[in-house]
């Protein structure tokens, strides 16, 4: 699993979470050109974006992430406070598996991610 955001206190709890609750191994980039970095050499099972970020917004980072044959197919879970309804048609037009509002609730951020994955 790979964590893209600016914010380091976000990345850090959502790290925590995901391994403690999930149990899975958690990456983290501080932004959308470290994050295209980690996930082409890394290759993760998914993805948690964060939308607002300087310099690569969460969109332009995801329709790299597309555009790029190695990491295509690693599924993409956008982490946004943008949640008006025209954002999620936007969000749900570009193909990402998924939406998590923030903020989110960091005992049940695993079930979420596991849930919008279908994992078990």
């Known amino acids: 699993m790979l964590v893209i955001d600016d914010e380091d206190d976000i990345r850090e709890v959502a790290q925590l979470c995901l391994e403690m609750f ?11 050109s470290e994050g295209l970095v980690l996930a082409e050499v890394e290759q993760p ?7 607002m970020m300087p310099d690569r917004d969460g969109i332009a980072t995801f329709r790299e992430l597309q555009a790029n044959p190695i990491t295509q197919h690693i599924p993409v879970i956008l982490l946004t406070a943008k949640v008006q309804s025209a954002d999620r048609h936007q969000f749900a037009g570009l193909g990402v598996t998924a939406l998590i509002t923030k903020p989110f609730d960091p005992l049940t ?3 979420q991610v596991a849930a919008a994955l279908g994992w078990s």
Do not use: P
């Not at 999930?22 to 959308?32: D, H, K, M, N, P």
């Not at 099972?45 to 939308?51: C, E, G, N, R, S």
């Open 45 to 51: 099972d998914a993805i948690l974006l964060d939308v």
């Open 109 to 111: 951020l695993a079930e």
């Open 22 to 32: 999930g149990g899975w191994q958690v990456l983290t980039a501080s932004s959308g």
